[in-house]
């Protein structure tokens, strides 16, 4: 097992579990397009590596050399922005087809927040399957649990804030958490929606581009619909 200065990334999709509906056909549309948008972030995440999906998030980690650490909170930042935008874009395409299920429908009112946060991480082999380990994993994820006013957002540790300040905008608003087993963590808030200029207005969908939508939503979703695979559950 070994450790090395690694910088964490969580991306979590809010209001994933009230978007998990009850009936089968919303259920099943529900995972295909959460699946979509998981997937079209992820690709945006240039430099981070995937550790894991864990239900409505994607976990992500980067190794930080001594000479990357000054540049460790812009880099992020950068990657937030580029995942965030890749978030709503497949919300749109969700959002504008035919199919009229709350799983398609409901798309709308999902929002995306990341977690970020530096430290030292061991990496972990077994069956198989690659984990990382340690007590700033822990950290990173129990604070997807704290309280920010604003819809989306990048909340930045105090460990990964100290590494490069200036690079954090001047309003972000600086909040305290009390993590169990842990005590209180110090973090910044960042809007993710200010952040890389405004974001370039959407064309409006073709109905091509709309019935493709629908298609792959309804052919995608029918393993889920009549039992052959199961959806993924919330944290």
């Not at 749109?92 to 946060?117: I, M, Q, S």
């Not at 305290?176 to 110090?186: K, N, R, V």
Request: glycine share 10%.
């Amino acid at each position: 097992m070994t450790t090395a200065r690694t910088a964490l990334l969580i991306a979590d999709i809010g209001g994933y579990t009230a978007y998990m509906g009850s009936h089968r056909m919303s259920l099943a549309h529900a995972e295909v397009n959460t699946a979509r948008m998981l997937r079209s972030m992820i690709k945006a995440a240039r430099g981070f590596d995937l550790v894991e999906i864990e239900g409505d998030a994607a976990f992500l980690s980067h190794p930080v050399t001594d000479r990357e650490v000054d540049g460790t909170v812009d880099g992020i930042l950068r990657v937030a922005t580029a995942m965030h935008r890749a978030f709503h874009s497949e919300r749109k395409y969700v959002v504008d087809n035919l199919c009229p299920c709350g799983g398609c429908r409901e798309a709308r009112d999902l929002t995306l927040k990341f977690v970020a946060h530096i430290g030292d991480v061991a990496t972990q082999h077994i069956g198989g399957r690659t984990k990382l380990v340690g007590i700033d994993v822990i950290v990173a994820h129990r604070l997807l649990k704290a309280a920010a006013d604003i819809p989306e957002y990048v909340l930045i540790t105090e460990d990964l804030y100290n590494t490069g300040p200036s690079a954090v905008p001047a309003d972000a608003a600086e909040i305290s958490s009390d993590l169990e087993g842990i005590g209180s963590t110090h973090a910044y808030v960042v809007d993710v929606r200010e952040l890389g200029g405004p974001v370039p207005a959407a064309a409006r969908a073709t109905w091509r581009a709309r019935l493709g939508s629908t298609f792959m939503a309804v052919g995608d979703g029918l393993p889920y619909m009549i039992g052959l695979r199961k959806p993924r559950r919330a944290r």
